[in-house]
Structure formats: structure tokens, C-alpha cells
């Protein structure tokens, strides 16, 4: 869903959002300056604390890539800005369970205290099996998002990964399980994510 989606990109086009005006006015939400190379991933961050929101099936929008876009003449700015981002998402859904905020350096620790955390909040018997099962989806996505944002790759990092089988897990297994593979080996290919 769009929750995951958030974890690791904006889960909207930014041309094609439709928004109340009335809810920005009423929750003094607006582009946030700081943000100059992603403020759409920000805007979208303000507007998943405002309330529902959805993406229709419909395409309605074609999208041209230029050299001129944000992204290809600010790249490095923008990655590092949406990084800010995601940290504060995930730090939000962490206390939405009364989980402690991320590591300032993301080590094998952080990724143990997620799964941690993860089978404490299955063993409460107020959720429903359904948010069970979505707080899993949540917290898996998480981790992978650890994973690749390691501040030091090792062979017990490797091990624990390897071992905890977290790549079968998901979508693009054999494209994940080398991206990770491949930071073990040369840590600044694939950009940190956290």
C-alpha cells in the first residue's frame, strides 16, 4: 500500500495530486522550503499525518524525464533530503507502537531491535490479526530499508541477512538479495537509504 510505498519513495506523482485546499488551510500544511529538492516526498509525509489518502487507478498523467528535472541536476541533494524524510516516517510509525526512534547510525543492532520489537508487537493480544499482518508488511519494509542504510558492512551483517532469510520475503527477491550482496562488497554503489 502506500504506507509501504512511503518507506522508501514519495507513493505519489506530484503533478497528478488532487488535495482539499481546506485540509491544508485547516492543518497549515505547505510546501516546506528547507526541502528545495524534495519537497513533494515532504508534502507527502504532511499530507499522510493530515488524514486518508489514496491513489485512484486511473493514469492520468504522462511524464517526461528531462535533463532539467530536480532529480537529474540535484541529485545527490535530493537523496539526501529524502532521507531526512524516510527517518522521520519511520520514526513516526516506530512510535505509533512505542518503539524507540532509529539509531542515529544504523548498525546490526537497529536491524535486531526492529525484529525485536516486530515480535513483541505480534504477542499483543489488543491487535487485530489483520493489523498483525500489516504491522509484519510495515516492519519487514523497514528492515530491508536497514539493511541497505548499514554504516559499516560485515560478515556478520551478511550472516545475520543471509541467515534471517529476509529476501525471500519480498517482491524482486533475486534483484534485492544481490543489491545487498553487492553493498557488502562496495558499500557506496546503492545510496543509504536511512
Known amino acids: 500500500g502506500i504506507l509501504y510505498c512511503s518507506f522508501s519513495t514519495s507513493p505519489f506523482l506530484h503533478p497528478s495530486l488532487m488535495i482539499r485546499h481546506g485540509v491544508m488551510r485547516e492543518r497549515g500544511i505547505r510546501y516546506d522550503e528547507s526541502f528545495v529538492c524534495s519537497q513533494d516526498y515532504r508534502l507527502a509525509f504532511d499530507l499522510m499525518e493530515a488524514g486518508r489518502i489514496g491513489?485512484?487507478?486511473q493514469c492520468l498523467l504522462y511524464y517526461r524525464v528531462s535533463p532539467?528535472?530536480?532529480?537529474?541536476?540535484?541529485?545527490?541533494k535530493q537523496e539526501e533530503q529524502s532521507r531526512i524524510v524516510r527517518r522521520k516516517l519511520?520514526?513516526?510509525?516506530?512510535?505509533?507502537?512505542?518503539?524507540?526512534e532509529l539509531d542515529r547510525e544504523v548498525t546490526l543492532r537497529t536491524i535486531w531491535r526492529n525484529e525485536w520489537e516486530l515480535q513483541r508487537i505480534l504477542s499483543l493480544d489488543t491487535l487485530a490479526e489483520s493489523e498483525k499482518r500489516e504491522?509484519?508488511?510495515?516492519?519487514?519494509?523497514?528492515r530491508r530499508l536497514l539493511y541497505y542504510s548499514l554504516a559499516r558492512y560485515s560478515s556478520d551483517s551478511l550472516w545475520h541477512f543471509l541467515?534471517?532469510?529476509d529476501y525471500v520475503k519480498c517482491p524482486y527477491k533475486a534483484r534485492r538479495f544481490f543489491i545487498i550482496l553487492i553493498k557488502h562488497i562496495l558499500?557506496?554503489?546503492v545510496p543509504k537509504l536511512v
Do not use: F, L
Open 68 to 76: 532539467g528535472q530536480v532529480s537529474e541536476k540535484h541529485g545527490a
Open 135 to 142: 504491522v509484519a508488511v510495515a516492519m519487514n519494509c523497514i
Open 90 to 100: 519511520i520514526d513516526r510509525y516506530y512510535k505509533r507502537y512505542a518503539i524507540p
Open 163 to 165: 541467515r534471517s532469510g
Open 55 to 57: 491513489n485512484i487507478p
Open 187 to 189: 558499500p557506496d554503489i
